[in-house]
T-cell receptor
Framework: QKEVEQNSGPLSVPEGAIASLNCTYS??????FFWYRQYSGKSPELIMS????GDKEDGRFTAQLNKASQYVSLLIRDSQPSDSATYLC????????????????FGRGTQLTVWP | KAGVTQTPRYLIKTRGQQVTLSCSPISGHRSVSWYQQTPGQGLQFLFEYFSETQRNKGNFPGRFSGRQFSNSRSEMNVSTLELGDSALYLC??????????FGPGTRLLVL
């Protein structure tokens, strides 16, 4: 069973704080990891991708990957009210053991609220 | 580059009818994936097409079907609509199936 688990939240942080979003996945062999942001009533928007262990920074966003622990996280520094959205973690996992075919599996998302 | 486009954006149907949704991927992208999103179930994978072939399929009944054309545009069809089919249907395109970019979605309401 392929699973991507996220903290269901909701997560509420004050403006200017660091928001930390977490995700675990079931397939140890996964190589590609993505974070999407989805505003209410809108479609998901890709904000980060990460492929190697360690940190990847893009502006106020930092993705962290630990393949040994099967864990990926997203940190949002200096959180702004405009960051209030649902954040979806997605992992590319093989469809079947032994198969070369993979697809993106999504977590159910963590709802983040940043209050002024 | 133009993004992913989906038509129509909104649709109201009644139970028992069928519906066809369309998706035009980003130019050069060959993979199109479809998802159903509802408040209770989150993002549910329907199927993925790559070079006109269905490459992956989710756990949806046979009433849900799709196809992809030689220009990579894709359609999905839902026959014999049920109330539970009311959802946001999202299409995502990618070059070979990894990094996916979503369209704005089609919001379907079944009455």
């Amino acid at each position: 069973q392929k699973e991507v688990e996220q903290n269901s939240g909701p997560l509420s942080v004050p403006e200017g704080a660091i928001a930390s979003l977490n995700c675990t996945y079931s397939d140890r062999g996964s190589q590609s990891f993505f974070w999407y942001r989805q505003y209410s009533g809108k479609s998901p928007e890709l904000i980060m991708s990460i492929y190697s262990n360690g940190d990847k920074e893009d502006g106020r966003f930092t993705a962290q990957l630990n393949k040994a622990s099967q864990y990926v996280s997203l940190l949002i520094r200096d959180s702004q009210p405009s960051d209030s959205a649902t954040y979806l973690c997605a992992v590319n996992m093989k469809v079947d053991r032994g198969s070369t075919l993979g697809r993106l599996y999504f977590g159910r998302g963590t709802q983040l609220t940043v209050w002024p | 580059k133009a993004g992913v486009t989906q038509t129509p954006r909104y649709l109201i149907k009644t139970r028992g009818q069928q519906v066809t949704l369309s998706c035009s991927p980003i130019s050069g992208h060959r993979s199109v994936s479809w998802y159903q999103q509802t408040p209770g179930q989150g993002l549910q994978f329907l199927f993925e097409y790559f070079s006109e072939t269905q490459r992956n399929k989710g756990n949806f009944p046979g009433r849900f079907s799709g196809r992809q054309f030689s220009n990579s545009r894709s359609e999905m069809n839902v026959s014999t609509l049920e109330l539970g089919d009311s959802a946001l249907y999202l299409c995502a395109s990618s070059w070979v199936g990894e990094t996916q970019y979503f369209g704005p979605g089609t919001r379907l309401l079944v009455l």
